[in-house]
């Protein structure tokens, strides 16, 4: 049983692997294998009546030139009989005179073996039941019938097919008891051209397929047209919370999605609001007492006393300008523009370069973004600005993939401890470690810089080099 289990888990793992997963081609499967399943049906049932229609449209023809053959030897002398039946004998109809008949009364059943039976023996001109048997049977499920008795039309191609079970088609059996008493066989097929798996019905089939995928295609991609724009809105978000709600329609349910969507976007950016002014009510309550604190130290005489008090409360402004700033990154509204990314990456090295720092950067062909340019500018300055106070050397590259811009920052320092690689990104968090010793900062450098990724949809990494050092990653969409 256990193995059985495992086959069947493995069976259901590859059909799901070649299974569309989107939404249009999932629902376009459903819809062609409901409706072939459907069509197969129907077709079945179509061709089963019209296989009855034919038997009994093929049987009226037959039991009419039976009735003829068999009023001709009833009135013609029996001498003349060998004669008419060679003349009668045909490749669709085979004629044998025999003492008996070949066909047991009891052979015979089914609707339309009796609606055969009664219309030929109203043909006759007979009210003995007794004197007529039909039997009409499947040739496909009678492969192996003896048929000795139309030996002259197993020439006939289509009935030869039949005769050695390579067709379809009904097969009539008739017999009729002559006024001597001696009995008339006759056997023809009644030809079967209408099979389910014909060129009309996979023709038919595959134009309900293209059908179904064209008229599917268009259907589904207009109903689905909103979520597509429910998710680029989503993801909108994610870097502006500042963007534009949602315009409200389509079905109830999506109306109501997207109602609520503007309502979580209202919110978050209310959210951030209040913590900008609250931040910003601090600082500035904050910087009144620092003010007047920096006024009394210029009373105190002692000279050392008064240098430390003086750089404690500018470590003090410093956190509170540097903790408003980065408040403030979330909320800022800039426009997104297209910049030369190479070129503004050229001039915060040119810059870092004039102050005296070794800043060695790849020059590469022109790379092109739809950025905020003043915080790509502060988030790039964070980073090098960083790598520099760890290194003494910097080396800046940037790269342009397909889909991907890398923009990567090298220094020589000591590097950051593994476990600390996603930690560092925390606002005022220190590497406790020669790195983070006397560089002066309160830990919100990165995660300024993580805050500007985000905003644009990229992501950032950490990695220590082998040789020593450390070597940041940054990857935007572009």
């Not at 009135?75 to 039946?85: A, G, N, S, V, Y």
């Not at 039976?117 to 006759?124: F, G, M, S, T």
């Not at 009935?159 to 379809?168: D, T, V």
Request: charged fraction near 25%; include cysteine; hydrophobic fraction near 40%.
């Amino acid at each position: 049983m256990g193995w059985w289990l495992r086959f069947y888990a493995d069976c259901r793992k590859n059909v799901k692997r070649f299974l569309p997963r989107s939404l249009v081609g999932q629902t376009i499967i459903v819809l062609l294998v409901g409706l072939t399943v459907s069509h197969i049906f129907s077709m079945s049932i179509y061709t089963a009546d019209r296989a009855d229609i034919l038997t009994m449209t093929g049987g009226h023809q037959i039991s009419h030139r039976v009735a003829a053959i068999t009023r001709l030897f009833d009135e013609t002398p029996t001498e003349w009989r060998e004669q008419i039946l060679r003349a009668t004998n045909s490749q669709t109809l085979g004629i044998t005179v025999t003492p008996v008949s070949r066909l047991l009364e009891n052979e015979s059943g089914g609707i339309i073996n009796s609606l055969l039976k009664k219309y030929l023996e109203r043909l006759i001109g007979t009210a003995d039941e007794t004197r007529v048997v039909v039997q009409v049977i499947d040739v496909k499920d009678h492969p192996d019938t003896s048929i000795t008795e139309i030996t002259q039309v197993s020439g006939h191609p289509p009935m030869a097919r039949i005769f050695h079970g390579q067709g379809n088609g009904q097969l009539l059996r008739a017999s009729v008891r002559l006024k001597d008493g001696k009995w008339l066989n006759f056997s023809a097929v009644v030809p079967d051209d209408g099979t389910l798996w014909s060129i009309k019905t996979v023709l038919s089939m595959t134009l309900m397929a293209l059908g179904v995928i064209i008229i599917s295609l268009w259907v589904i991609r207009r109903v689905t047209r909103p979520l597509l724009v429910f998710t680029a809105a989503s993801k909108r978000l994610g870097k502006d919370v500042n963007a534009p709600p949602l315009v409200v329609g389509g079905p109830i349910e999506l109306q109501e999605a997207t109602l609520a969507f503007n309502e979580m976007q209202k919110r978050l950016k209310q959210l951030i609001e209040n913590r900008t002014q609250m931040l910003a009510a601090i600082s500035h309550d904050l910087r009144t007492p620092i003010t007047l604190l920096r006024l009394r130290t210029e009373a105190i005489d002692d000279g050392e006393e008064k240098e430390k008090m003086k750089t404690t409360l500018a470590e003090m402004e410093a956190m509170i300008s540097s903790t408003l700033s980065f408040a403030r990154e979330d909320a800022e509204n800039e426009d997104v523009e297209r910049v030369n990314l190479t070129a503004l990456v050229a001039s915060v090295c040119d810059d870092l370069s004039d102050a005296g720092y070794h800043i060695d950067f790849t020059e590469t062909e022109e790379v092109i973004l739809e950025c905020r340019t003043r915080s790509i500018k502060r988030a790039l300055s964070n980073l090098i600005e960083n790598a520099l106070k760890y290194g003494q050397r910097v080396a800046v590259e940037i790269t342009k993939q397909e889909n991907t811009i890398e923009i990567t920052v090298t220094d020589n320092g000591p590097g950051i401890p593994e476990e600390e690689l996603e930690q560092v990104f925390l606002p005022f968090y220190r590497v406790d470690s020669a790195r983070g010793q006397g560089t002066g900062g309160i830990g919100l450098g990165l995660s300024v810089v993580q805050a500007v990724i985000d905003k644009h949809g990229g992501e950032i990494e950490l990695e220590n080099r082998p040789g020593g050092g450390l070597t940041a990653r940054i990857r935007l969409p572009g």
